[in-house]
């Protein structure tokens, strides 16, 4: 399996933004946007079911850590989306990574504060130009709740097409079967 801490060229800059990866004494800035954004995330427990706990700052530092050993043993990446006056707008991450493929499957999510002004989208683009060039991903793929619009906006507009909506295929805490929909890039 490939390890690709030394492969990654980062932090990955952009117009607005500079994405770099999550580590050691990043959960401070986790935390503080995690909790400004937990109405917001609590909307979509089916695709973000860590936000159904209660935030701390010692959990954020743990996300940040393990994302570290993720790195490390060639299972995850988690970027950690900065604006230009070092506020965290959010976190772009791959995950469910197949090297046989090479497919990987991606994940965001945005400030509450940060939303509506294209920040998404920008390090969307950015982790997916990444993971075609650096990391010669054949396959990226976006799973999300069918009624996000948001996200699934963030999708269609970064250049991921929808490829289905699956029926029935998630559940919420409260047993509620929802729809998903997943969205992809290919090479």
């Not at 973000?48 to 209660?54: F, S, V």
């Not at 604006?83 to 469910?96: E, F, I, P």
Request: charge should be neutral; charged fraction near 20%; proline fraction near 6%.
């Amino acid at each position: 399996m490939p390890v690709f801490p030394d492969s990654v060229d980062t932090p990955i800059p952009t117009p607005r933004l500079s994405l770099r990866l999550a580590g050691p004494g990043d959960g401070q800035a986790v935390y503080a946007a995690v909790v400004e954004s937990l109405d917001s995330l609590r909307a979509w427990p089916t695709s973000l079911p860590w936000a159904l706990y209660e935030p701390s700052a010692s959990a954020s530092e743990d996300f940040c850590l393990a994302s570290m050993r993720d790195r490390e043993n060639g299972t995850g990446l988690a970027f950690l989306v900065w604006d230009h006056q070092q506020r965290l707008v959010g976190s772009v991450g791959l995950h469910t990574i197949r090297w046989d493929i090479p497919s990987m499957e991606m994940g965001f999510w945005m400030r509450t504060g940060m939303h509506r002004n294209g920040f998404a989208k920008e390090a969307v683009t950015a982790v997916l130009h990444l993971a075609f060039t650096q990391l010669k991903a054949r396959r990226v793929f976006a799973r999300t709740d069918e009624d996000n619009a948001g996200s699934r906006a963030t999708c269609a507009s970064a250049g991921m097409l929808l490829e289905g909506v699956m029926k029935n295929e998630r559940i919420t805490p409260s047993g509620q079967l929802k729809n998903g929909c997943v969205y992809a890039s290919t090479r």
